[in-house]
C-alpha cells in the first residue's frame, strides 16, 4: 500500500478528517444565519453560534497540521458547496445543469489538494527540461 504523502504522517488523516466536519459546521452555521433573519429569530441564532463556533475550532486544529491555504480552501469548498446544494433541495435556490455542474466541480477541486505533492515546486528546474 502506498502512503499518500498529504494523508502521511502524525495527526495528518485526524486534521483532514476534522476540516470536512469543520467544512459541513460552517455550511450549518451559513443557512442558520439565513433562517436567524438578522439575529430576530432565537433558534437559529443559537444554532449559528454553535455552528460557528465549532467550524472555527476545527479549522485552527486542522492547521496546526495541514497547510493553511490549502486547509482554508477546502473548509470554504465544502462550505460553500453544501450550503448551495441545501439551497437547491429547499428550493431556495435555483437549480439548473449550470449551477449543478459549477458545484461538482468546486467539490471535484478539493481531493486533489490532498494528493499534490508537498515539496516545492521548482519552476527554474521545470522551465530547463522543457528546453531540452
Keep these: ?15 483532514w478528517l476534522v476540516l ?7 455550511s450549518v452555521w451559513a443557512i442558520a444565519l439565513g ?6 429569530h432565537l433558534g437559529p441564532t443559537i444554532v449559528f453560534v454553535v455552528a460557528l463556533v465549532l467550524s472555527m475550532l476545527g479549522l485552527s486544529f486542522a492547521v ?7 486547509a482554508y480552501a477546502v473548509w470554504v469548498g465544502i462550505g460553500a458547496a453544501l450550503t448551495v446544494i441545501y439551497g437547491m433541495v429547499t428550493g431556495s435556490e435555483p437549480a439548473n445543469l449550470a449551477r449543478i455542474l459549477l458545484i461538482a466541480g468546486l467539490v471535484g477541486c478539493g481531493p486533489d ?3 499534490l ?7 527554474d528546474k521545470f522551465l530547463a527540461d522543457v528546453e531540452r
Excluded: H, N, Q, W
Excluded at 500500500?1 to 486534521?15: D, E, H, N
Excluded at 433562517?35 to 430576530?40: C, M, P
Excluded at 505533492?117 to 519552476?123: T, Y
Design 1 to 15: 500500500m502506498v502512503a499518500l504523502p498529504a494523508l502521511s504522517g502524525k495527526g495528518r488523516l485526524v486534521s
Design 35 to 40: 433562517k436567524s433573519e438578522g439575529f430576530t
Design 113 to 115: 489538494l490532498i494528493y
Design 117 to 123: 505533492p508537498e515539496r516545492d515546486f521548482d519552476m
Design 20 to 26: 470536512v466536519a469543520s467544512g459541513c459546521m460552517e
Design 64 to 70: 496546526k497540521t495541514l497547510p493553511a491555504g490549502t
